[in-house]
C-alpha cells in the first residue's frame, strides 16, 4: 500500500534524527555484544525513548522510510542522517526493509526483533509484520518534494562519499586516484552549489565519526566551489580549486596508522 502524510513538524524532524542515532547505536551494540549484554538493553531503552518522543509530536503515526538514496519521516526528506547514517541505511536496504511504522504499542521486544532483521542483511525483502508494535514494509512513500534541490544535491554528496571510498581502496593498493571521475564528480557539484550555494553549504556540517577524512573532504570539495563562485573565478578554475579541495587529503591515506 502507498500512502501520503502530512509533513512533519520541525520538531518532529529533529527528534527524527535521534531516532535514526538511537538505531545506528543499537545496530552497533548488537554486531558487537551477545545476547543479555546491558549494552544490547541500554541501546533497545534508547531507541523506545526516541520513538515515543516522536510519537508525542506526531499522534497520526510514525512512519520511517529508506529509499530513493535516503531517509524519509513521512514524506519530508532527512539529509543529515541519510549521510551520518549510510551504514545504517545500508543495513536497512540489505535486509529488505524500506517502510518502518511505530505503533503506540512498540516494546523492547519490537526493537530487539527490527535489530534481528537488520542484522540478517540477506538481501531478500521482508514480508510485513503483523501483531506487533513494529511493522515492516506495509505501505510505500509518497513524497511531494521535486526531484531537483536538496535530492539531487544528497545524491551528489553521497556520489561524493562513495568516490572518496572508491580513491581510499585505489590509493591504498598503490594505483593512481581516478581523475576522470573526480572531474565528472566536481562538475555536478560545481553545478549545484551555483544554483543553490546555501543548501550546498548546509551539508558540509555534516560529520562522520566512523568515516570523518571522506566527509571532511567532501566537504572541503564543496566548500572550495562555493569560495571560487564568490570570489568570480571562472568556471574551469572554480572546478579546479573543487578537485583540489576535493582530494586534498587523499595522500594521508598511505600514512602509516
Known sequence: MTVGRPSPSPQAL?????????LSWARQSFALYQIGHPKRSEAVQDVLESVRGLQE??????ALFVGRGGFYLGPTLLPRPSLTYHALRQAFELAGIHAVEFLPGADAADVESLMKALMAGDGQPLDPSTGSGIVLNRIGLVSDAPEGGMRELLR?????????????????AGDPANMQAAGRLTERLADQVIADPSEALLLTTVKS????TYYHMVNVGILCLALGQAIGL????????GMGGLLHDVGKIRFPR
Do not use: W
Open 14 to 22: 529533529l527528534e527524527a534524527r535521534s531516532l535514526l542515532r538511537s
Open 57 to 62: 509530536l506526531m499522534p497520526g503515526g510514525v
Open 156 to 172: 551528489t554528496y553521497a556520489a561524493g562519499l562513495e568516490f572518496m571510498r572508491d580513491t581510499a581502496t585505489r590509493v591504498a
Open 209 to 212: 565519526y566512523d568515516e570523518y
Open 234 to 241: 571562472r568556471r574551469e578554475h572554480v572546478v579546479a580549486l
